[in-house]
């Protein structure tokens, strides 16, 4: 048999890797993440999952859990907050009020609301801002543009531009786009007018001679709409004699006047006794 050497003492040093505790990074952005692990941890896997329930780039969540030991050099994975994005619904041709109703449902909200005038249904939308099909977050405003209808016009006529005094005149108004319960008035420029009626005629006699300016005005819901003026000229023809009074064979000289002043008038004087002068430009006879 082969003798055993003697025994010897065997000495074994064994490294120790230090521990550090893992920080509460909830809460706290990526970058102020990074600040608060310092030189001995690191960041490690960021992840990003969709919630309405923290605001956006907020850590939720963290591996290892806060106070965990850990070696020194460990990464400390992260979940970030992301808003959920909703899809922007289609709000063309839908009036304010169901396009208000669709957003709501839908987590977003009405933005800025312009106004253009266009032929059709009032307050219907005409365009939107952001485009329907669109990813935006839960609470983004979508501007929308709306249909304002073009007021309604009010036209008036006469059947004679220059009529004679106390003669009557005829006036029609036209309302456009023809609109059911219109009532109008129509004012002659004289200082009278008529009430409100539910017809668009009115006739009118001048008194005296002149220019006039007429127009109408149409009501339609409590809401007042005027037309433009038109001018009438009210011809009044008036005679002076001088002497007003005089004898048999005594001459009496007549002056006739129109009233405006009108170029190109003739005029014909008949003296009631059989007589009379023929048509001519002269106004005195």
Not at 38 to 52: A, D, F, I, K, Y
Not at 75 to 97: C, E, F, I, S, W
Request: charged share 15%; no cysteine.
């Amino acid at each position: 048999h082969t003798p055993l050497p003697p025994p010897r003492a065997i000495t074994a040093q064994v490294a120790l890797t230090p521990l550090v505790t893992v920080p509460n990074l909830v809460g706290n952005t990526v970058q102020e993440a990074g600040q608060m692990l310092g030189p001995n941890l690191r960041l490690g896997e960021v992840t990003r999952t969709e919630t309405s329930e923290a605001k956006e780039g907020v850590i939720i969540g963290q591996n290892p859990t806060p106070d965990t030991r850990v070696r020194v050099g460990s990464g400390v994975n992260v979940q970030v907050a992301v808003t959920p994005l909703v899809t922007v619904p289609d709000l063309v041709g839908k009036d304010l009020t169901e396009a208000n109703a669709t957003l709501v449902r839908r987590g977003l909200r009405v933005g800025n609301v312009t106004e253009q005038i266009s032929e059709g249904e009032p307050a219907q939308v005409l365009t939107q801002d952001p485009l329907s099909g669109g990813k935006v977050n839960v609470g983004t405003p979508v501007n929308l543009v709306i249909r304002k209808p073009p007021a309604p016009q009010v036209l008036i006529d006469a059947d004679n531009s220059s009529p004679a005094s106390g003669k009557p005149v005829s006036f029609h108004a036209g309302l456009h786009p023809q609109l059911p319960g219109a009532q109008y008035q129509f004012f002659f420029g004289d200082k009278s007018a008529t009430d409100w009626t539910s017809q668009p005629t009115a006739t009118h006699t001048y008194a005296d001679g002149g220019s006039y300016n007429a127009h109408a005005v149409a009501r339609i819901q409590g809401n007042e709409f005027s037309s433009g003026t038109i001018v009438l000229r009210v011809l009044q023809v008036s005679l002076a004699p001088n002497p007003s009074q005089a004898a048999r064979d005594e001459t009496i000289r007549f002056t006739a006047a129109m009233k405006p002043a009108t170029p190109g008038v003739e005029y014909h004087f008949v003296f009631d006794d059989g007589s009379e002068t023929g048509w001519g430009g002269v106004s005195t006879a």
